[in-house]
C-alpha cells in the first residue's frame, strides 16, 4: 500500500526548493508556473509560509527565502557536524591530509566541518564556513554529481582550481534525503594518489550518510 502523503505539505517544500534554487526571486505568477499551479493556490501556498517566516516579499514584490529558513537549518548543522567529525577524523588520521563535510548553499559550496591531521609537518588550513562556486573545486564538484544525478562516477577529483599547488578529492554524500554534501581531503605538493586515498574518502562519505540516516 503506498504511504499517504498530504498535497499542500507537498507543494509548500516544492516552494521552498524553487526559491532556494532562485536568489534573484519570483513573482507569484512565475512560481505559479513553475510548480505548475493556478496563480491562486500559489499565493494560499506563499501565504501560509510567509506567517512562519519562511517566505519573504521584496519590496518590488519579488519571493525569497525568509529568515525562519535559517533557524531550522541553523539546528540542522550541529547534527551535521556532530555525526561527521569521527569518521573525518578517522580520514584525517589516516591519509594525513585535511579533510572535511562540504555542504551546497544555492551556487555556493560552504565548507561545514574541518579535521586536520595531528602528526603531519604541514598540511592546509582550511577555514570553517569558507565558501567558493559549487562547480569548483573537488568538493563543490562532487556534489555537482549529486545534482547532476550521477551515479557511476565515485568522486571528483581537482588540482589548483582553488588554491595554486592544492590537490583536492572529494566523495558525494549520498542516499541522505535533502543534503546536498560530499566528504573529501584538501593537501598541498604532489597529487593526490587515488588508489590509496579515494577508497578511504569514499569509505568516509558512506560512514557520514549512514550516521544521517
Known sequence: MASETSQTLDRGIRVL????????????????????????????????LEQHGLVRRSERG???????????SGAVHPLLRDRAVPPLRQLAETVGCTAHLTIADGDEAVALVVVEPSWTDYHVSYRIGSRHPVAQGAAGKAI????????TTPYAVTTGELQSGAHGLACP???VAGLEASVGIVTLGGPVDES????????????????LR
Open 17 to 48: 526548493r524553487v526559491l532556494a534554487a532562485t536568489p534573484d526571486g519570483l513573482t507569484v505568477t512565475e512560481l505559479a508556473g513553475r510548480l505548475d499551479v493556478n496563480r491562486t493556490v500559489a499565493h494560499r501556498l506563499v501565504a501560509t
Open 62 to 72: 519579488q519571493l525569497h527565502l525568509g529568515m525562519g529558513v535559517l533557524a531550522l
Open 144 to 151: 555537482c554529481l549529486l545534482r547532476d544525478g550521477d551515479t
Open 173 to 175: 554524500v549520498r542516499g
Open 196 to 211: 590509496v586515498v579515494a577508497p578511504r574518502v569514499v569509505r568516509a562519505a558512506r560512514e557520514v550518510a549512514l550516521s
